[in-house]
């Protein structure tokens, strides 16, 4: 530890600490603006130079490594003196356009310039405009004139998101920040740099001019858009949501949030909210009152249980709903005598129900992420899934950490990976077994049962010696290794890999209430998600799901809403290809509107509070349900708060729950049989998710939101018969669509890319299916 005074204020710090770091430990603020604690020093802003005990000159506090018995001065003349002539320098060129700038109040330049600013210039030469560039649908660069060029974009694209999609072009007077020959910025997490910018160069395009930031109320929330649960400011004006930003926990999501979670906002205020409840009469819809609506589904239900047994009526919900939500309706299907609930619509192996040691979770806490030696990812689009804990694993990478992956597909994880191994979906257990065996191997044990025709590769080997190595390992199950038929193979399997190398073994987890599904006993005590719809029942009860794009065989499904006297659909949104076969729409409160509770990944409980009121008539689902188990005269919905449902679940005060366990009882390892003919890889991309960002303007003009193409690499291409570019019918059961051959050498052989929940592919059956392509 080496010692500093400060100000006259003293510290310990460690070796290597800077001038900064020390500063903060004590709480002496040094103004900046280059220097961000999650970036790398760049030194280029200047504005923290401070006075150093023996030193001929200021010095960038930010860059300056602490020596011990150092004595700093902050507010001394020499340092004060030298952050003004800095300041002055950066307001030469600056645009006097303060009154018009999204940036106005909470501008740290307009901040810093009350207090170093001179109080009247003295350049009197024209000033250096720059030219605004158009960078994509979420990032405005129109004001570019403003930039003070402290490349923490530039920093940010290189070190967190891990591609380097701006940068500093000329030199001197002439230098600008600029996009690489006049691409786009198209990151996943590119909305963050929008916050590190500390002037008005970089702001949200969908935000631009629509509110000034001293008119908006900043109120907290949690995400419901994927696993990690990311710590959210939502801020509103007049009852409107406005802009979604970050908030900082460093144990979730760090300070950054993904584009997503950024701009889906836009959704709540969409032309396809549904606001009034509707009921179809006569094959034509009608607005009506709740108590209407929600007596004419406490009959249909009660009608149909009376006649046909519990068993005829099924429940699936969005594995986003609360826990609240998703206790009250399993508790709602039980006093129908129903069975039939379920809220995992992408799965189709559900083999290892009720032979689980416990919840399935990441198995270790996010921010335990840093620490490993060796990790593992099988079957995830991790990127496009998980882009805070892709993030995290990008970080790991750059230090210590050796991450392999064993995928489906080609895509580039933007990290130094130690190996990558990429199969078709049906030999992800024969892959992911060879790693096993290699293990085995090296350790010098006999190999598990059932393994002895698995051959060992070099890439086995090389990702199997990374586990073995090192304290710290990690085996993750992506949202793939968990869709696929062989699922429970595939946990059996990584379980079994880290009996051997001593590594933890955890899910990644599809969506936001994962682990709070499991919590809250919305699990089939009858037929599964997959079941319920493969015997079709008389009546379904759908909560935030599509069933076009959120389910794992959409045509199935259909076909089954399509066969049931009463569908109840409830949602935020009037989604069009239901009302062909609901019966009555529910309007929904969204995250935004409604009180709940997510359990993320990591086990955390995080419960939120509604930010605005509920649009026209939706109704928080927690609400509904309490009501709807009132109307049905079932005991226990004498809630008057979601917090007493959620009490109910957990017990009061809980941050972590108990009972997370990825053991497995008596899971076969049998290895499936390859697949005959094409298989379909089916990515679920990441704006088309789920409803909201599937409704967001902003997001749907993306890259990432292009309509799916037919994906196969060259050997695929030519056996066919096809050439890229070419139109194909793709088929699969009852369903056919027409897309666009595409190359790609990520694609495995044999195997065929289509993208999942878009309009264009909702015809087509199994995810990971056999496929078939002609030329259209």
């Known amino acids: 530890m080496l010692e500093i005074e400060i100000d006259g204020k003293k510290a310990q710090v460690p070796d290597g600490s800077t001038v900064m770091d020390a500063a903060q430990q004590l709480g002496v603020y040094i103004p900046h603006f280059c220097y961000h604690k999650k970036l790398s020093i760049a030194a280029n802003c200047r504005m923290c130079l401070v006075q150093v005990e023996k030193a001929p000159k200021p010095l960038p506090a930010c860059a300056t490594p602490v020596t011990n018995g150092m004595k700093v001065f902050t507010h001394s003349e020499l340092a004060v003196k030298a952050q003004k002539g800095v300041m002055e320098f950066l307001l030469i060129n600056h645009p006097l356009d303060c009154p018009i700038c999204d940036q106005g109040g909470e501008c740290q330049l307009q901040d810093m310039s009350m207090g170093y600013g001179p109080m009247k210039s003295r350049y009197t030469e024209e000033k250096h405009v720059v030219f605004h560039k158009n960078v994509g649908p979420l990032i405005s660069m129109e004001e570019m004139s403003r930039c003070i060029h402290c490349t923490r974009c530039v920093r940010f694209g290189q070190e967190i998101a891990g591609i380097m999609e701006l940068g500093m072009a000329n030199r001197n007077m002439h230098s600008e920040i600029q996009t690489f020959v006049g691409r786009s910025v198209d990151s996943e ?41 990311a710590n959210l400011v939502v801020q509103v004006k007049q009852d409107k949501v406005m802009r979604v930003l970050p908030r900082e926990n460093d144990a979730v999501n760090e300070c950054w949030i993904s584009d997503k979670e950024r701009f889906a906002y836009q959704a709540l205020n969409s032309e396809e909210r549904l606001t009034k409840p509707m009921v179809k009469q006569g094959g034509e819809w009608r607005e009506v009152d709740w108590n209407v609506a929600l007596d004419y589904v406490a ?40 069975g039939n609930i379920d809220f995992r619509p992408r799965q189709s192996d559900f083999s290892a129900d009720g032979k689980r040691a416990g919840t399935p979770w990441l198995g270790m806490r996010l921010s335990e992420i840093a620490d490993l030696d060796g990790a593992l990812v099988v079957g995830s689009f991790l990127r496009k899934d998980h882009p805070l804990i892709a993030q995290r694993l990008r970080q790991a990478a750059k230090k210590f950490t050796k991450v392999s992956v064993l995928t489906v597909s080609g895509d580039d994880p933007l990290m130094a990976l130690h190996a990558k191994q990429v199969v078709a979906p049906s030999a992800l257990a024969d892959a992911l077994a060879a790693i096993v065996k290699a293990a085995a191997e090296i350790k010098g044990v006999a190999a598990p049962a059932g393994l002895d025709a698995v051959q060992v590769t070099d890439v086995a080997r090389t990702i199997a010696q990374s586990l073995v190595d090192g304290e710290k390992r990690a085996v993750f199950l992506g949202n793939v290794a968990t869709q696929l038929d062989c699922a429970a193979t595939l946990q059996a399997l990584a379980l079994e890999l880290g009996k051997l190398t001593n590594a933890v073994v955890g899910h990644l987890g599809e969506a936001a209430n994962v682990v709070g599904g499991y919590v809250a006993g919305a699990l089939p005590r009858a037929a599964n998600a997959r079941q319920m719809f493969e015997q079709p029942r008389k009546a379904y009860v759908l909560m935030g799901i599509e069933p076009e794009f959120d389910c794992a065989n959409p045509q199935r499904v259909v076909g089954a809403l399509k066969q049931a006297s009463l569908v109840v659909y409830m949602s935020a949104f009037k989604h069009a290809p239901a009302l062909e076969y609901a019966d009555v729409m529910l309007p929904l409160a969204p995250y935004t509107e409604t009180a709940g509770t997510f359990i993320n990944i990591e086990g955390r409980v995080q419960s939120f509070n509604g930010v605005v009121r509920a649009q026209g008539e939706a109704r928080p689902a927690w609400k509904v349900l309490r009501v709807l188990g009132n109307v049905l005269n079932l005991d226990g919905f004498a809630y008057e708060s979601s ?32 697949v005959a003919g094409l298989q379909r890889i089916a990515d679920v991309p990441i704006h088309f998710a789920d409803p909201m960002a599937r409704r967001a303007p902003a997001l749907l003009q993306t890259a990432d939101a292009v309509a799916p193409t037919a994906r196969m690499n060259a050997a695929t291409l030519a056996q066919l018969g096809v050439s890229a570019g070419d139109q194909v019918r793709v088929k699969q059961g009852q369903g056919e669509a027409v897309l666009l051959a595409k190359a790609d050498e990520g694609v495995p052989a044999g195997c065929v890319r289509v993208a999942a929940a878009h309009a264009s592919t909702a015809a087509l059956g199994d995810m990971f299916g056999v496929i078939t392509v002609e030329r259209a």
């Open 189 to 229: 997490l590119s909305g963050n740099m929008i916050d590190l910018c500390p002037v008005g160069a970089l702001t949200s395009k969908p935000f631009r001019y629509t509110a000034r930031s001293w008119e908006l109320q900043r109120r907290k929330s949690v995400s419901p858009h994927d696993s990690v649960g």
């Open 299 to 338: 009959h249909g239900l009660k009608d149909v249980a009376r006649e046909h047994g519990g068993d005829a009526l099924a429940a699936l919900a969005a594995p986003s709903s609360t826990l609240e939500e998703l206790a009250l309706l399993s508790k709602v299907m039980q006093g129908l005598g129903s």
């Open 643 to 674: 917090e007493a449902v959620r009490d109910e679940v957990l017990g009061k005060g809980v941050e972590f729950v108990a009972g997370l366990d990825n053991g497995l009882t008596s899971v076969s390892m049998t290895l499936p049989a390859p």
